[in-house]
């Protein structure tokens, strides 16, 4: 290959990945798809209803991440402003954070495990430490005293909060694959519909 034909192959390349890469915004849910989504979780097991309902409003209508529920303490929640606040950093022994401790100090010289491990549980971003409004809706207000009122037996597990929506969605009759960041997605299309404007819906995802 001739050095001039480099470029054109690799925009070909670029635009072949674009072709066939699924983008989130293709999987956001619209309203309908997902009111029947909460109406799915009551069908599902106790406790799973439950949780199930928690991450798909609190993904769903809040922007949250999968990282920023299943570290979600209590203490974040102030009932007087009827607010969420995500700290920059919240101390934490969980499996999912030790594995990105390892994977840290693995790939960096410098950095051993314990220090590693000293900086988790942090958000993604240094802007995904924000306050998230809970009093947009009374059925959001319910749900966060429940969860506060069985805040023990909440699973404290990544892989728990990425498969209660999908059995929702399954038991929906919801095709495709419903997961985290496509209802992050669905948080942000619905607030941009109802005339959030960009900065305040920024500030709103973290």
């Not at 102030?78 to 594995?99: A, L, S, V």
């Not at 023990?152 to 009759?173: C, H, K, L, M, Y």
Request: proline share 5%; aromatic share 8%.
């Amino acid at each position: 290959m001739s050095h001039h034909d480099q470029p054109g192959t690799e925009w070909a390349e670029r635009h072949r990945r674009a072709l066939t890469t699924r983008h989130t915004h293709e999987d956001v849910l619209t309203d309908r798809q997902f009111e029947l989504l909460l109406e799915a979780c009551s069908e599902l097991p106790e406790p799973h209803d439950f949780e199930a309902q928690f991450i798909c409003l609190t993904a769903g209508r809040l922007g949250m991440r999968a990282g920023e529920i299943a570290h979600l303490q209590t203490t974040w929640i102030n009932w007087d402003r009827r607010t969420i606040r995500i700290p920059q950093y919240e101390p934490c022994q969980c499996g999912y954070c030790h594995r990105q401790a390892r994977q840290e100090a693995e790939h960096n010289e410098d950095l051993s495990l314990a220090d590693a491990a000293t900086s988790r549980w942090h958000p993604k971003t240094v802007a995904s430490a924000r306050l998230i409004p809970f009093d947009l809706s009374l059925r959001l207000e319910l749900c966060f005293e429940r969860f506060s009122a069985r805040y023990d037996e909440f699973p404290r597990s990544r892989s728990t909060v990425n498969r209660r929506p999908q059995a929702a969605a399954n038991e929906a009759g919801i095709e495709g694959h419903v997961y985290l960041h496509c209802l992050r997605a669905t948080a942000a299309s619905y607030h941009a519909y109802k005339g959030v404007s960009p900065v305040p819906l920024q500030a709103l995802m973290g």
